[in-house]
């Protein structure tokens, strides 16, 4: 949704013609892209019709309001009026109409939950549905989230606390033996403490104002065989508590982990360092008092407020090098996170990033994505296949599986980019094949200069049938594809041409 620039764009050709998750964009006419709406939604224009005031909308009401120019739309009890935005929505005019005079928000939530719509449609609020809507899914209380969930979910989830003189330990029993450190996300701001658990596809949440002020630095500790998660508090006085403190929103709720909300926090810009003409290495430091790792596989969402309004895009972490898990890495890993991000000059985020200075701070979201290490399980050969920055995710998903998966035989990195000065940590990359016999990469240019002798064009039946030789006839193989979406639907079609079946294949999208 918000990521479209401006003049006709995208050109016909482009890869920017699919947004995530498969949609299409459609060209946008000259002034229509998203900087163009922020500078609308600024001018004081009237946008609602309403001059400033916030309605109650029945449902009746909401429901005659279904026409092009005069088209609103409920998103989770808030009313917009989305005609003013129509010609700059990148989906397009129709992807909007499909939820004209209605209750938008599962549309929404399939295509693009993570997008800030309260801030890119502060200027259309037309007010709030009279009628109470369905809880939002993320809102359930315990009791009945437990109660809904208990068919399908995990068996609930409960916490305790316990406390010495100088400590508070909040135990959480997640009934699961598969809880590990980046199973759970703590952060604590001034009185305020919450821990997320992600336990399979669900989120358990503990969200309290404590009753007492804690110092800055806790510890994690899991207990694995029985599921238990001990977050360890030192108190800033010795003193006994009475009780732990006062629930905050959707304290101790279950709920699916698609319905609970993003939480950010700010993290410090500690450095950045060039690694192509237009991709530099990222580094942020966490606030002392989180406690986050994000999965192999999985991204977050960074947040700038740009021209006033906050703009949220998905980053993939990567290590700090791509031997870093064969060295002692240069800070400890659990207080910084690192991205490698390229630079579109024409973009509207990623210039902003780049303006950033050592020390500003950015919003990072907990960690999203589907992908799970048990897919490793057993695996005798990994094939990745990344497009440009569609290699963020192989970073660490190479790390682990080198490290970590015994039945592993070979892993073999195909590696698309335009021209050789593209192509990401290519010294590193050829160094690991060295380091580590499993391993072999193969670069594919679509725009070398004419004396690049390696393999040239785009993603293909002949070059993959090719590259992706089994070690042996009956192997567990797994391949994994990431770059612009064009590349990877091309690419899943062709795995699938060439017999691979789905759980042989896992691709990273949005
Ligand atoms: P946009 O404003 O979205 O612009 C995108 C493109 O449009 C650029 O090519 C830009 O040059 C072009 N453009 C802009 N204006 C015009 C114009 N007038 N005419 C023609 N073309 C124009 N990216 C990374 O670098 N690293 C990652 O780790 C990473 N992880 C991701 C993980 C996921 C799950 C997903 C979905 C994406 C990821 N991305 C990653 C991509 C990232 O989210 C952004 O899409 C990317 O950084 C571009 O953002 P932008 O706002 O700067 O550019
Ligand atoms: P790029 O434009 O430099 O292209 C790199 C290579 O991708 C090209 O050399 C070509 O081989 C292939 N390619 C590009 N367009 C194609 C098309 N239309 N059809 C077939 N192949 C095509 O790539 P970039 O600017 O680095 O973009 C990387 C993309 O990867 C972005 O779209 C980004 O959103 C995506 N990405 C996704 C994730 C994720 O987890 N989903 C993570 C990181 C990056």
């Known amino acids: 949704m918000l990521n479209v620039p401006s003049q006709s764009f995208p050109a016909p050709s482009s890869q920017q013609r699919v947004v995530a998750g498969g949609r299409s ?104 549905m009279a009628v109470k809507p369905a809880a939002p899914k993320g809102m359930l209380p315990k009791s009945q989230a437990t109660d809904t969930l208990a068919r399908e979910g995990p068996s609930s989830p409960s916490y305790d606390w316990f406390q010495t003189d100088s400590l508070v330990t909040i135990v959480v029993y997640t009934k699961q033996k598969d809880i590990t450190l980046d199973s759970v996300i703590v952060d604590h701001q001034d009185d305020s403490f919450r821990a997320e658990t992600i336990i399979k596809d669900y989120s358990y949440l503990i969200n309290i104002e404590l009753s007492h002020a804690v110092q800055g630095d806790f510890s994690v500790r899991i207990v694995e065989n029985v599921g238990k998660i001990e977050i360890v508090l030192k108190k800033k006085e010795n003193t006994s508590w009475k009780c732990l403190g006062h629930p905050l929103e959707n304290h101790n709720s279950l709920v699916p982990k698609k319905d609970a909300g993003l939480f950010y926090r700010q993290c410090q810009l500690i450095s950045k360092e ?67 991000i390229k630079i579109y000059p024409a973009g509207l985020f990623t210039p902003e990033l780049d303006h950033l200075q050592i020390g500003d701070f950015v919003f990072v979201s907990n960690p999203e994505g589907n992908f799970k290490t048990s897919q490793f399980q057993e695996l005798e050969d990994l094939f990745l296949l990344a497009a440009g920055t569609g ?26 980019n335009k021209t050789e000065d593209d192509i990401i940590w290519r010294s590193h990359l050829e160094e690991l094949t060295f380091k580590d016999k499993r391993f072999d990469v193969e670069f594919v240019l679509s725009a070398p200069i004419s004396e690049w002798n390696g393999k040239q064009g785009h993603v293909s039946p002949a070059l993959l049938s090719e590259f992706l030789k089994r070690s042996s006839d009956k192997s567990k193989v797994l391949i994994c594809i990431c770059g612009p979406t064009p590349f990877t639907e091309q690419g899943i079609k062709f795995l699938h041409e060439l017999n691979f079946s789905k759980d042989e294949i896992h691709s990273f999208t949005a």
């Open 274 to 340: 060039d690694v192509t003409h237009d991709t530099r290495l990222f580094c942020f430091m966490l606030p002392p008092s989180t406690h986050l790792q994000v999965p192999i596989g999985q991204h977050v969402y960074l947040k700038l407020t740009i021209t006033d309004t906050e703009i949220v895009k998905p980053y993939t972490p990567v290590s700090d090098s791509l031997l870093s898990e064969f060295k002692e890495p240069a800070l400890p890993n659990n207080k910084y996170i690192y991205f490698l």
């Open 25 to 128: 964009k459609v060209p946008l006419k000259q002034g229509r892209s998203l900087m163009d709406w922020i500078r609308l939604t600024k001018s004081g224009k009237d946008l609602t019709g309403l001059k400033g005031r916030l309605i109650e909308v029945t449902e009746e009401e909401l429901k005659k309001h279904d026409k092009k120019d005069d088209c609103w739309i409920c998103i989770r009890g808030f009313v917009y009026n989305v005609s003013p935005y129509m010609e700059y929505h990148p989906g397009g005019e129709d992807e909007l109409m499909r939820a004209a005079g209605s209750d938008g928000t599962d549309l929404f939530d399939q295509v693009h939950r993570w997008v800030n719509y309260e801030s890119m449609l502060k200027e259309c609020l037309v007010g709030r």
């Open 391 to 416: 290699f963020t995710p192989m970073v660490k998903l190479l790390n682990y599986a080198l490290t970590n998966i015994p039945s592993l035989r070979k892993v073999k990195l195909m590696f698309f």
